[in-house]
């Protein structure tokens, strides 16, 4: 079965088409082995008859009417009523193989001559293309007869064979125009939902085609209203609990300024500075799951931008890209989200090295550092929000735990995925890939 399926068309206009055409062939297929096998062989056989009829008439005539005189008039009216031509060799013998049979057109006319000339003979259809010479023995010469090829073969023959093909491509060529309509919507309805999956807004799609198609459509736009709502209701969400704790936070910061550098208060400050953090780190994923629309943008631009900025913090970082990286995003989350990667990097490694590149139908980009590196059981878990490998929670060893988050996040909305791996540098590996 998996060799079978190995053979078969992919996509569904094909396998659409050859659930029609199969069909269409058996029956081609039946109705040319039932033609063939009835109606051609009694045709052939009737026409076979028909033309040894003849040339036996014509060898009565001439035993009866040996002189020659009746001789010319019998071969004039072969030639005029049953178009064959007729001539006579005086003393002429046949051959001794006369009676051998070796082609089809022996097998099919032999056994009608046999039946009714009862005289030596012998078929030859190797003179021209178009016509049969039938050579018989008589008691003082040779008869030979000529005749064309068609009086053994229909025409019909050629009519059902091209009349099958003709409406058979026909047929095929009608099916192809009218499934080629009914697969489009669900390419398009593919593409739609591709691109909303790369955080690219379809606005302009429309429900088409057939009613199950239209269905499956109608569902996919409210799967995205959906979507849509959530993110930004979840966006306002953050937002506005952010902003809120902030007067607060504010609050607590005036107070505890005037308690002085007390042993007390100086816990409770470093408190009040995480808590800022975390609201920092909030915003930014909030403004990470934006609806800003995406624009196209160079991403080897972009990453120069970035680079540039954390080199101004004091971190060592190399930088390879290809040109003219161009791709659909929201600059500001990509940006966040690349800065965070390449932070990271800059804080448990020495040395940062950052590359970018197509690879088919994506581009990678890659940020490697020469640091501890994460263990792999621990892989997945740091993307998960406010997790951290210090289980200390020290705000100078490492941040709220949403940089990550915010990384892959933004990179998800995007339509791409982001994993970690071993570095070449010895440290870890921040793969980042984007669809084009």
Request: charged fraction near 25%; hydrophobic fraction near 45%.
């Amino acid at each position: 079965m998996t060799f079978i399926k190995r053979f078969l068309p992919k996509s569904l206009l094909g396998r659409s088409l050859l659930i029609l055409v199969m069909p269409l062939v058996l029956l081609q297929v039946i109705a040319t082995y039932i033609f063939y096998e009835r109606h051609w062989s009694t045709i052939t056989q009737r026409l076979a008859n028909s033309l040894a009829g003849d040339v036996a008439l014509i060898v009565t005539y001439l035993e009866d009417y040996p002189d020659p005189v009746s001789r010319k008039w019998i071969f004039e009216m072969a030639a005029s009523r049953l178009d064959i031509r007729a001539e006579f060799l005086p003393g002429a013998r046949l051959a001794d193989d006369a009676d051998s049979r070796t082609d089809s057109l022996d097998r099919m006319l032999g056994p009608q001559l046999d039946a009714l000339v009862r005289r030596p003979f012998r078929i030859d259809a190797t003179q021209t293309d178009r016509d049969i010479e039938i050579r018989v023995q008589m008691p003082s010469g040779v008869l030979v007869t000529t005749t064309t090829r068609k009086r053994l073969f229909s025409p019909t023959t050629y009519i059902f064979v091209l009349w099958m093909v003709g409406s058979s491509l026909v047929l095929v060529a009608i099916a192809t125009v009218f499934m080629r309509n009914q697969v489009r919507p669900i390419r398009r309805l593919a593409a739609a939902a591709n691109s909303f999956g790369k955080g690219r807004d379809v606005p302009n799609f429309r429900p088409a085609g057939a009613s199950e198609v239209r269905q499956a459509a109608q569902a996919f736009i409210q799967m995205r209203n959906r979507i849509k709502r959530q993110i930004e209701q979840r966006t306002e969400m953050l937002a506005g609990v952010s902003h809120d704790l902030r007067t607060p936070l504010t609050r607590m910061k005036l107070q505890l300024a005037m308690l002085g550098d007390t042993p007390e208060a100086e816990e409770l400050k470093a408190d009040v500075v995480e808590m800022e953090r975390m609201i920092d780190g909030y915003l930014a994923f909030a403004r990470g799951e934006g609806t800003a629309a995406p624009e196209p943008a160079d991403l080897a631009v972009v990453l120069e931008q970035v680079v540039g900025a954390a080199r101004k913090e004091g971190a060592t970082i190399d930088l390879e890209t290809e040109p003219h990286l161009v791709v659909p995003v929201r600059l500001d989350a990509l940006k966040r989200c690349l800065m965070n990667l390449i932070s990271n990097a800059a804080r448990y490694g020495k040395h940062v090295r950052v590359s970018a590149g197509r690879a088919q139908d994506m581009i990678e980009i890659m940020v490697d550092d020469d640091g501890p590196g994460i263990p792999r059981d621990q892989r997945e878990a740091v993307f998960r929000p406010f997790f951290r490998l210090d289980p200390s929670r020290n705000i100078q060893t490492g941040g709220v735990g949403l940089g990550l988050t915010i990384a892959r996040d933004v990179v998800h909305g995007h339509g791409g995925e982001l994993v970690l791996d071993d570095s070449p540098l010895g440290g870890l590996r921040a793969r980042l890939r984007l669809p084009v």
